[in-house]
């Protein structure tokens, strides 16, 4: 990892009970939760007037472990080329936070945790989710660690639609938000991705009805073709063709139903490694929470932000057709009619959605400079390019 | 269907045994078929110096019933658009020919055929096919309805890459071709979607290793899968947002894992419809045609067409991202480097790749003008735009 600078070294992932029975989460449902464990690591050190703490917030198939390496890691955490020391999100200035969603499956609790009242996996009695239920949480795990002021809140693709419901309804905690490859309001395109995706899970003969767990069972098939489907959205057009082309898997061609191409085989490993990971549950829960986001179609939705305004940095990707520039422009023009203070950059990549995990410098640079900016101001300003 | 002019009426779909033990189809990779049904259907009427025949080649899930209606349709066939009385493709004109392909599964041979060595469906022993093959069993079909020449091939999508095909390797036989939102080399995008639709076939736990006709059952959930993620690719965002946005599928959007939004409950159709028509096997063998077809990159590959020179119309539409205009400016490209007569219309539609099968003025139109221009003329010329 020589050329992404140093890494935050060994890290821990921390675990907290953040709600209970005397104290639930009520989710934006009216729905309640009376046990929620949440996973999180931190990276950096708080300072004395806790004034330099950023918050990840990580996208659909994230978790906890965004940067540095834990014990036995085969790779380091998911972001490692964004956090770091020296890195566009420098640990040796700022305190980084990053926890595991709330649905999520890598220590938070989630559709897949034991519910407390049948001691069983929750499976699809879990109730649905909100995006105002991930900064329910975020926010008490913020409020656990001491800190009352975030200087920024900084997500990707689905982390990047909690910074902006969070810098909506909660303005005054944050200072900055940062929205990268994200959407205000997804498509009918991309909610049939999303919704075939789900098919394919529920329709898998070891779904059993999501109570697969206590069956000792998994729908691998389904999930499997879910994430090698999505896959194919992370990835541009031109991305893929640089990458693979028409090359064959092996030395030579071998006709047949089997895999051939290399993009076929790509796509075999990226569904094979998905499942020792990642919870069908918890892929049914989160992207669900995606379709239904909609925070502009909310009465008076920019008055708290207006109010406290919070600067924003909205990011794209030129060759991103997940959430295409249109979706970051669409943030803009809203944020815009609150006279809010917003950077916009599009970034110039041939990867696709995945970019905002990639090294890029102009995209890494944009993000460092805007955290690093002066960042007491608090007024109406325009930084648009 | 008064809008679109008058229909060719009742039709039938004929039979036809094309290659039996006696004569047997030799395939491209030099393996035999002893037994070939083909199922076809021809409107119009052939003239007395049998000049006027034009070949349509069905898509990957058409089939030999390409206009008029059959007793009992509920819709006519998938052509309508294009073909009938005073249409684009003008029956009162020209004698049109459509068959369904080898490999598919309304009536020609395919994999769910039976296999006469076994006395039971082919599966995966059926043997892989190529675009020379379906080429091959066009031609016999031509031959068996005593016609030397024909006026014109015309197909979209994968029709289109067999025209092209047939051009490329018997030019003689074929006055004009017409090659609509196909490709000459798909991308590692288009075939990442095919694989994973092949994928979710395969691995649905009722394949049963290609056996599943025997054993009475049916891969009903992968097939179902594969559909509905092809059939977002053959959409445009741009169509579908038109068509659904995120309205919901019920007066009244009621949350959860169930079809709630509109786009969910068309994609849902899709798949069940595909159901009742198509063969899962079917879509193994002519996906995998497709993937490989890579017809320039043969040794001299225009040599035939240089020496008995076909025109030739392409046609692309703007927002067709399966096959994109790229796809058929490559095969306007090639063409070119044999000086050959080639007119490519890209043709502006909101529809993405399904624009082939609809009605679009301006495209029907190019395809009316094409196929009446005087077409005696075999030297070089231009006439691309």
Known sequence: MADLGDSVGLTTTHSVQLFDAAHPLVLASGERLDEVVVAYETYGKLNA?????VYICHALTGDAHAAGWRPGDRRPGWWETMIGPGKAIDTNRWF?????????????????????????????????????DFVTVHRALVAHLGIGQ????????????????????YPAELTNAVVIAASSRLTAQNIAF???????????ENFLGGRFASEQTNPNVGLAIARMMAHITYTSE????????????????????????????????????????????SYLYLTRVMDYFDPFAVKNALTAV??????????????????????SRRIVRHLATGQLPVTFR?????????SFLLKIDSYLNTVRAFLEARSDYRGTSWERS
């Not at 999303?194 to 898998?204: E, N, T």
Request: charged share 20%; net charge negative; hydrophobic share 40%.
């Open 49 to 53: 007037d806790r004034s330099n703490a």
């Open 96 to 132: 980084v936070i990053s926890s595991n969603l709330l649905g999520g499956c890598q220590g938070s609790t989630g559709p897949s945790s034991i519910n407390p009242a049948t001691g069983e996996p929750w499976g699809l009695d879990f109730p649905l989710l909100d995006m105002a």
């Open 150 to 169: 975030l200087h920024a809140v900084v997500g990707g693709s689905l982390g990047g639609m909690q910074a902006l419901q969070w810098a909506l309804t």
């Open 194 to 204: 999303s919704a075939v995706g789900r098919q394919a899970i529920m329709r898998d």
């Open 238 to 281: 031109e991305g893929f063709q640089s990458k693979f082309g028409r090359n064959p898997q092996r030395a030579e061609s071998s006709p047949g139903f089997g895999v051939d191409f290399a993009v076929e085989g790509y796509l075999e490993h990226q569904g094979e490694t998905f499942l020792a990971r990642f919870d069908a549950l």
């Open 306 to 327: 207006i109010d406290e305004p919070v600067r924003f940095l909205v990011v794209s990707f030129d060759s991103d057709w997940r959430f295409s520039t249109e979706h």
């Open 346 to 354: 599009d970034i110039r990549s041939p990867w696709g959605h995945d």
